[in-house]
Nanobody
């Protein structure tokens, strides 16, 4: 499986960006897609996740209401729409795929980057103040 992320860039505070992550290869083995980010000097942080089949979503508290994850099954692509961006959103954003089925109840593992089997390269998002 190969994941290709794109869409990063420079945006002002309050602006918007949409990231894309295309999956190829044995993409059918992926059940859950996630976005993570890593700011300079900080640990990798979970942002959002989505079920390929149902479209169910889950967000980190600090992006809830501002970010929206979605998927286009026909294009094997997952998106992350980021609105009301803040300087603290500046980071390298990476998409990841997990073979584990998106959980209905116990969602703590979604935060764990080790639970994901496939990773795309990162795309840099810079939010200027």
């Amino acid at each position: 499986v190969q994941l290709q992320a794109s869409g990063g860039g420079l945006v002002q505070t309050g602006g918007s960006l949409r990231l894309s992550c295309g999956a190829s290869g044995r993409a059918f083995s992926i059940n859950t897609m996630g976005w993570f980010r890593q700011a300079p000097g900080k640990e990798r942080e979970f942002v959002a996740a989505i079920s390929w089949s149902s479209g169910s979503t889950y967000y980190a508290d600090n992006v809830k209401g501002r970010f929206a994850i979605s998927r286009d099954n026909a294009k094997n692509t997952v998106y992350l729409q980021m609105n009301s961006l803040k300087p603290e959103d500046t980071a390298v954003y990476s998409c990841a795929g997990a073979t584990r089925v998106f959980p209905m109840y116990e969602r703590s593992w979604l935060h764990n980057h080790n639970a994901y089997d496939y990773w795309g390269q990162g795309t840099l998002v810079t939010v200027s103040s």
